[in-house]
């Protein structure tokens, strides 16, 4: 018991030092942009003020607390988060094909949005804590982009050492970073406690009323303070659901509530200091300690984004809609612990170009939203189709529940696409490019499938036809392919160039199930055709690593003892050709042909032996 509760303290720990960090730095713009940036500032009086921190409350309660900690947590897919988990378990729910594409489009544009996302939450968040240096003395103001640029450039290159050592390197920072929020919002609130009443959701209610036009357009920056919460979700899996809710409840909204409590009474007492309320909680001399705090606080919120950018990439590479990248495991413990090299590197360029082109947390704030709430709003979709068929909700409860969830994220929503032609477009714009590469790949690998099999023939067939009149060699033979019942393309090329079969011909196929994982016992089925013919199937979870001379090791296949020394893998090399007047337009055949021919070895994603692959080419017109 001990040690299983030392492990919880441990993940724990390092959740805060992953997951919380995005959240965990809203207060450093949030109450900022709502009363003094934007276009539609909320005027600064006492019963604003009282009625913003009622609606930041509350907005925490029901979005954060109940939707995504108490409620959406619960829609895993065995342990792993995310949009992604969340799409394979609608498509196993629903067998209307036509539904379930239409869901499927849904999920992929809230993973394009997630991306955006995960560009403009590190831009933004270490630009406003490096920002208080202009507090220190206004003289700093011309270092603030450029040291924000260091400390972003540093934080993806020590990506590669992992999530678990970077999250427990940062764990007591984050547990030092909502002690000190917790311990200014106190302060201030034990001097103008009157700021308690906003616990009252009367006070929101009001607000709108009174304000109703204002108050819509304050939603569009109070979003700020709700920001991560999807990926608190996404990186649910690289430490389960228990040490990611006891961090949020213990520390994380506690130190949340009393700080942004606390600038409200700040505010009260003083409305200049508007100017940074964050930064002038404390006296002069400590403000310098506190952006050194800060800093390294944002460096931890830029880490949870990154993190589930990572988990929802390897998700769409073993569903099928982003083509084969390296993918490291970081973890020998935590299986949904990954690093993804060339999502790493092509985040660092985006949000090093989106720092250098705002130059500050305010401009960066009218395009910071949108990306956000729509996946939120995708996401309680999603999980409203989870609950009622596989859950067995009635369909009252999932509109009470989910319809309450939803009319909240489609409020802010609609309230961020007021922001659309101040910055807004970026994620969108972002999101949609993203949006076309998945379906792009999706859509070409499945008109590719199409072709090979329209050129080839059943493998039975080939079985029967070929009988003993080729030659045999000593050794195995592996073909993969993507459909057993079919004739690889490789085999036919073997046979024709060395005239000859090998003793033991293994068909292999690799499929990804509507799982994160499955057991190494269970992940491969044989089948025998004849003496010299065998299918294999071999099944991965969509967080698995797809090895398969491991797999097939695990197996402990009786039938079918492999001697590594002894046996080939035939790969097929495809070479695609774009032919006018196949209803493929020219730009989207040439996009997709350009990451076929840039997508990673096969032989490296399945962990084959170099020296025992073999591949063979061909042409396949589109």
Same mark, same amino acid.
């Given at each position: 018991? @001990?040690?299983?509760?030392?492990?919880?303290?441990?993940?724990?720990?390092?959740?805060?030092?992953?997951?919380?960090?995005?959240?965990? /730095?809203?207060?450093?713009?949030?109450? #900022?942009?709502?009363?003094?940036?934007?276009? +539609?500032?909320?005027?600064?009086?006492?019963?604003?003020?009282?009625?913003?921190?009622?609606?930041?409350?509350?907005?925490?309660?029901?979005? $954060?607390?109940? #939707?995504?900690?108490?409620?959406?947590?619960?829609?895993?897919?065995?342990?792993?988060?995310?949009?992604?988990?969340?799409?394979?378990?609608?498509?196993?729910?629903?067998?209307?094909?036509?539904?379930?594409?239409?869901?499927? !489009?849904?999920?992929?544009?809230?993973?394009?949005?997630?991306?955006?996302?995960?560009?403009?939450?590190?831009?933004?968040?270490?630009?406003?804590?490096?920002?208080?240096?202009?507090?220190?003395? @206004?003289?700093?103001?011309?270092?603030?982009?450029?040291?924000? *640029?260091?400390?972003?450039?540093?934080?993806?290159?020590? %990506?590669?050492?992992?999530?678990?050592? $970077?999250?427990?390197?940062?764990?007591?920072?984050?547990?030092?970073?909502?002690?000190?929020?917790?311990?200014?919002?106190?302060?201030?609130?034990?001097?103008?406690?009157?700021? *308690?009443?906003?616990?009252?959701?009367?006070?929101?209610?009001?607000?709108?009323?009174?304000?109703?036009?204002?108050?819509?357009?304050?939603?569009?920056?109070?979003?700020?303070?709700?920001?991560?919460?999807?990926?608190?979700?996404?990186?649910?899996? +690289?430490?389960?659901?228990?040490?990611?809710?006891?961090?949020?409840?213990?520390?994380? &909204?506690?130190?949340?509530?009393?700080?942004?409590?606390? %600038?409200?009474? &700040?505010?009260?007492?003083?409305?200049?200091?508007?100017?940074?309320?964050?930064?002038?909680?404390?006296?002069?001399?400590?403000? *310098?300690?506190? !952006?050194?705090?800060?800093?390294?606080?944002?460096?931890?919120?830029? %880490?949870?984004?990154?993190?589930?950018?990572?988990?929802?990439? %390897?998700?769409?590479?073993? &569903?099928?809609?982003?083509?084969?990248?390296?993918?490291?495991?970081?973890?020998?413990?935590?299986?949904?612990?990954?690093?993804?090299?060339?999502?790493?590197?092509?985040?660092?360029?985006?949000?090093?170009?989106?720092?250098?082109? =705002?130059?500050?947390?305010?401009?960066?704030?009218?395009?910071?939203?949108?990306?956000?709430?729509?996946?939120?709003?995708?996401?309680?979709?999603?999980?409203?189709?989870?609950?009622?068929?596989?859950?067995?909700?009635?369909?009252?409860?999932?509109?009470?529940?989910?319809?309450?969830?939803?009319?909240?994220?489609?409020?802010?929503?609609?309230?961020?696409? /007021?922001?659309?032609?101040?910055?807004?477009?970026?994620?969108?714009?972002?999101?949609?490019?993203?949006? !076309?590469?998945?379906? /792009?790949?999706?859509?070409?690998?499945?008109?590719?499938?199409?072709?090979?099999?329209?050129?080839?023939?059943?493998?039975?067939?080939?079985?029967?036809?070929?009988?003993?009149?080729?030659?045999?060699?000593?050794?195995?033979?592996? =073909?993969? /392919?993507?459909?057993?019942?079919?004739?690889?393309?490789?085999?036919?090329?073997?046979?024709?160039?060395?005239?000859?079969?090998?003793?033991?011909?293994?068909?292999?196929?690799?499929?990804?199930?509507?799982?994160?994982?499955?057991?190494?016992?269970?992940?491969?089925?044989?089948?025998?055709?004849?003496?010299?013919?065998?299918?294999?199937?071999?099944?991965?979870?969509?967080?698995?690593?797809?090895?398969?001379?491991?797999?097939?090791?695990?197996?402990?296949?009786?039938?079918?003892?492999?001697?590594?020394?002894?046996?080939?893998?035939?790969?097929?090399?495809?070479?695609?050709?774009?032919?006018?007047?196949?209803?493929?337009?020219?730009?989207?055949?040439?996009?997709?042909?350009?990451?076929?021919?840039?997508?990673?070895?096969?032989?490296?994603?399945?962990?084959?032996?170099?020296?025992?692959?073999?591949?063979?080419?061909?042409?396949?017109? &589109?």
């Amino acid at each position: 018991m @001990s040690t299983a509760k030392g492990r919880t303290a441990a993940l724990t720990l390092a959740a805060l030092g992953v997951v919380y960090g995005d959240i965990g /730095t809203s207060p450093l713009y949030t109450m #900022k942009e709502i009363f003094a940036g934007g276009h +539609h500032p909320v005027p600064m009086t006492a019963d604003n003020i009282l009625g913003i921190l009622s609606l930041i409350f509350w907005s925490l309660m029901v979005v $954060v607390s109940l #939707k995504y900690v108490l409620f959406i947590m619960r829609a895993d897919n065995h342990g792993e988060g995310g949009i992604m988990a969340l799409m394979a378990q609608v498509r196993h729910a629903i067998p209307n094909a036509k539904l379930t594409g239409t869901l499927m !489009v849904l999920g992929l544009i809230g993973a394009a949005l997630f991306y955006g996302d995960s560009v403009l939450t590190p831009a933004i968040s270490v630009l406003s804590a490096v920002e208080g240096l202009g507090i220190v003395s @206004s003289s700093l103001d011309r270092y603030i982009v450029p040291i924000a *640029l260091v400390i972003l450039v540093s934080l993806f290159v020590v %990506q590669k050492y992992g999530t678990a050592k $970077v999250g427990m390197f940062f764990g007591p920072i984050i547990i030092a970073w909502f002690v000190t929020l917790a311990g200014l919002g106190l302060w201030h609130i034990y001097q103008f406690p009157v700021v *308690l009443k906003a616990l009252n959701p009367i006070y929101a209610v009001q607000f709108f009323v009174n304000q109703p036009i204002i108050g819509f357009f304050a939603l569009a920056a109070t979003v700020l303070a709700l920001t991560g919460g999807e990926a608190l979700y996404a990186d649910m899996g +690289h430490f389960g659901r228990r040490p990611i809710q006891i961090g949020w409840f213990g520390i994380v &909204l506690p130190g949340l509530v009393l700080n942004y409590f606390g %600038q409200g009474a &700040l505010l009260i007492a003083n409305p200049s200091a508007i100017e940074n309320p964050f930064y002038l909680m404390v006296p002069n001399w400590a403000v *310098l300690p506190l !952006v050194i705090l800060a800093t390294m606080a944002t460096i931890i919120a830029s %880490q949870a984004v990154i993190s589930g950018a990572y988990s929802v990439t %390897q998700q769409a590479i073993q &569903l099928g809609y982003l083509p084969r990248m390296n993918i490291l495991h970081t973890s020998s413990q935590e299986a949904g612990q990954v690093y993804v090299p060339a999502i790493n590197w092509s985040l660092m360029v985006a949000v090093a170009i989106l720092v250098v082109s =705002f130059r500050s947390s305010s401009s960066l704030a009218a395009a910071y939203g949108i990306a956000v709430t729509g996946t939120m709003a995708i996401t309680t979709i999603l999980a409203a189709v989870v609950v009622r068929k596989l859950w067995g909700w009635s369909r009252a409860k999932v509109a009470v529940v989910a319809g309450l969830f939803l009319l909240v994220d489609m409020a802010y929503f609609s309230a961020n696409l /007021t922001k659309m032609f101040q910055g807004g477009w970026f994620p969108l714009a972002l999101g949609l490019v993203i949006f !076309v590469v998945m379906t /792009t790949w999706f859509k070409g690998r499945a008109l590719l499938n199409q072709h090979r099999e329209s050129d080839t023939m059943p493998l039975i067939s080939f079985v029967e036809s070929i009988g003993e009149a080729a030659p045999t060699v000593s050794g195995t033979a592996v =073909f993969m /392919t993507s459909n057993p019942d079919r004739t690889p393309h490789a085999l036919l090329h073997s046979l024709k160039h060395y005239k000859s079969l090998h003793e033991r011909v293994i068909i292999m196929t690799v499929d990804t199930v509507d799982a994160p994982y499955v057991p190494p016992e269970s992940c491969v089925h044989v089948k025998r055709i004849n003496d010299q013919f065998w299918q294999v199937r071999v099944s991965f979870g969509f967080m698995d690593q797809p090895l398969l001379p491991q797999a097939l090791a695990t197996a402990g296949l009786k039938e079918l003892m492999l001697d590594e020394m002894d046996t080939s893998f035939f790969l097929g090399r495809e070479t695609l050709v774009k032919q006018v007047g196949m209803g493929w337009r020219s730009w989207r055949a040439k996009l997709f042909m350009g990451m076929f021919r840039n997508a990673g070895s096969a032989a490296d994603y399945f962990g084959l032996p170099p020296n025992r692959v073999v591949e063979l080419g061909s042409q396949i017109v &589109l």
